[in-house]
Antibody, heavy 114, light 112 residues
Framework: EVQLVESGGGLVKPGASLKLSCVAS????????MSWVRQTPGKTMEWIGD????????NYAPSLKNRFTISRDNAKSTLYLQMSNVRSEDTATYYC???????WGQGVMVTVSS | DVVMTQTPPSLSVAIGQSVSISCKSS???????????LHWLLQSSGRSPKRLIY???NLDSGVPDRFSGTGSQKDFTLKISRVEAKDLGVYYC?????????FGGGTKLELK
């Protein structure tokens, strides 16, 4: 059974940094592109970006490219999202997804507030 | 970015009725490989999204055939026949043809 378990969320102050993790199981992690998607409190879905199976290539939503970095550790079957200089509009639930196969994690909430 | 417009934003339905949800894209979703990467997701209350249909009309494993997807180019429809209580929630269309991937605004399916 495919499982994607996110962690690392919480309450952070504007301008701070935060790193989310997603541990994958139930499939060969190193064979798949992985994505991050976020959902705002108003339920709008926004794709953040994705990373190639070997970590050699990433794509990002242009509006987030300068502040968010996606990486992975295939030895640990773990996907990461490094968020820097966070803003109030980054408040959302962040999902780790195996988009091509239709699998989503349970999500982790990030709240940016002073 | 490709804008995905879903209508209606909400639907009230009685159990056993059939409903349709429309999703229109601002550009054709046909990729250079000839495939159309338009998908449908359901997010039940308090849960993470679950994909129901991929590439316009292919049902994911375990999805009942009461669900069907049709359409081409820029115009797509999700139909749910004989709605059951477990079908309630928010439906999203999503495209993975053009970067950045984008989602529709959602259609909330509620009980009448």
């Amino acid at each position: 059974e495919v499982q994607l378990v996110e962690s690392g969320g919480g309450l952070v102050k504007p301008g701070a940094s935060l790193k989310l993790s997603c541990v994958a199981s139930g499939f060969t992690f190193s064979d798949y592109w992985m994505s991050w998607v976020r959902q705002t409190p108003g339920k709008t879905m926004e794709w953040i970006g994705d990373i190639k199976y070997d970590g050699s290539y990433t794509n990002y939503a242009p509006s987030l490219k300068n502040r968010f970095t996606i990486s992975r550790d295939n030895a640990k079957s773990t996907l990461y999202l490094q968020m820097s200089n966070v803003r109030s509009e980054d408040t959302a639930t962040y999902y780790c997804t195996l988009l091509g196969a239709g699998y989503w994690g349970q999500g982790v909430m990030v709240t940016v507030s002073s | 970015d490709v804008v995905m417009t879903q209508t209606p934003p909400s639907l009230s339905v009685a159990i056993g009725q059939s409903v349709s949800i429309s999703c229109k894209s601002s550009q054709s979703l046909v990729y250079s490989d000839g495939k159309t990467y338009l998908h449908w997701l359901l997010q039940s209350s308090g849960r993470s999204p679950k994909r129901l249909i991929y590439q316009v009309s292919n049902l994911d494993s375990g999805v009942p055939d009461r669900f069907s997807g049709t359409g081409s180019q820029k115009d797509f429809t999700l139909k749910i026949s004989r709605v059951e209580a477990k079908d309630l929630g928010v439906y999203y269309c999503a495209q993975t043809t053009h970067f950045p991937w984008t989602f529709g605004g959602g259609t909330k399916l509620e009980l009448k």
